[in-house]
Structures are given as C-alpha cells and as structure tokens.
T-cell receptor
Framework: GENVEQHPSTLSVQEGDSAVIKCTYSDSASNYFPWYKQELGKRPQLIIDIRSNVGEKKDQRIAVTLNKTAKHFSLHITETQPEDSAVYFCAASRPTGNQFYFGTGTSLTVIP | GAGVSQSPSNKVTEKGKDVELRCDPISGHTALYWYRQSLGQGLEFLIYFQGNSAPDKSGLPSDRFSAERTGGSVSTLTIQRTQQEDSAVYLC?????????????FGPGTRLTVL
C-alpha cells in the first residue's frame, strides 16, 4: 500500500518568512495530492491540491510542487502570517483506490 | 449548504461500554470516510463507504469496531467494549466521489474519552 511521510513535524518561522513542508509517497500510481490545514480544535480543511499531470500549482501565498519521478511534493507558504499557524497534513490517493493516505502532520507556528 | 455534521461532539464513557458515533454527510456525496485522530497524531483511516458498494474496512483496528451506512447517507461508527486506547477524535468526511476524484469535506469530529 501507499506510505506517505511528512517533514518536518514542527516548524517555527518569523512572520513574513516562507515555510516549506515536504512529503514523500511510495505508490507511483498515486495521482492526487491534497493539503489540509487544521487549526486548533477545528476540522481539517482543504487548502490546495495538485494532480499528477501538473508540476506546480499556486493560489495566492500558497503553492504546491510535485516531482513525480522522485515521488515527493511540497507545500510552500510565502509571506507567512500568524493566522497561518496550524497543523498541515499532506495526503496521496490513487484514482481507483478507496483511501487517502495522510502524512503525520506538520505543526506550523508563525511568530509575530 | 450544510456541511458534514457529527454527533455527539463529545463523549465520555467508561471502559467496557459500547459507544455509537454518528455522521451526516453532505447531501449527494456518495463517498464517506471515517478517520481517527489521536492527540498530536495524523489521520488514521478506519473505513470507507462508496455508494452501494461493499465498504472498505481495511483500516478498522479490531473487531470491536464496526460501521454502517444506511440508505447511502447517515453513517454510524460503533465501538464495542471500549478501551482507554480508543480515546481520540473520530472524524468523518464525505466527498462527491471517491478515491482521488473529489475533495473530502470533514465534519467537526467527536471527541471520545474512555475512562
């Protein structure tokens, strides 16, 4: 089955700096890679996703890159703000599979 | 429209008792997932329902765990003879279609505490 690893587990950055979270996956058939943000005490919410037919996707201050050959994908947050502080989860799934395989999460703290 | 709802929001039970957790998915969503999230941990897949197909139960940790989805809508996760290690937040999610085809929308979760 799929194995998704996520690093780092915790990340602290100064407000205005960039944050990068990386995930690797093992199943070359995986083709959909969403990122979820979970604020303290709240439910996970999708913030950005990428499919395997593109290498990069951007939405304002958030971008995701995908390297299919190396089987890794990354979340990039630029100009971080205190409200970006949360736990971020990556995930991978196959088009015909039933499961989303989640990483173990990265706790991001943006220091004002 | 209404999002995914779960009840109860909190449940405290004694070791050995049975509990039922409920999930109301978004109307029209055919796929429904249950996850468990222990304190400070990631999302552990439990079970997946897709339409009228047989559920994928491969993530259930033991035979004390079971789930049903009636009429393709509401789902109930049942934990029998609860143990302290069952304490966690149980999250339900639904999507318009399953697998890698649709965004998952999560419910607020049920926080289960087994004393």
């Amino acid at each position: 089955g799929e194995n998704v690893e996520q690093h780092p587990s915790t990340l602290s950055v100064q407000e205005g700096d960039s944050a990068v979270i990386k995930c690797t996956y093992s199943d070359s058939a995986s083709n959909y890679f969403p990122w979820y943000k979970q604020e303290l005490g709240k439910r996970p919410q999708l913030i950005i996703d990428i499919r395997s037919n593109v290498g990069e996707k951007k939405d304002q201050r958030i971008a995701v890159t995908l390297n299919k050959t190396a089987k890794h994908f990354s979340l990039h947050i630029t100009e971080t703000q205190p409200e970006d502080s949360a736990v971020y989860f990556c995930a991978a799934s196959r088009p015909t599979g039933n499961q989303f395989y989640f990483g173990t999460g990265t706790s991001l703290t943006v220091i004002p | 429209g209404a999002g995914v709802s779960q009840s109860p929001s909190n449940k405290v039970t004694e070791k050995g008792k049975d509990v039922e957790l409920r999930c109301d998915p978004i109307s029209g969503h055919t796929a429904l997932y249950w996850y468990r999230q222990s304190l400070g941990q990631g999302l552990e897949f439990l079970i997946y329902f897709q339409g009228n197909s047989a559920p994928d139960k491969s993530g259930l940790p033991s035979d004390r765990f079971s789930a049903e989805r009636t009429g393709g809508s509401v789902s109930t996760l049942t934990i029998q003879r609860t143990q302290q290690e069952d304490s966690a937040v149980y999250l339900c999610a639904s999507s318009f279609s399953g697998g890698g085809l649709g965004e998952q929308f999560f419910g607020p979760g049920t926080r289960l505490t087994v004393l």
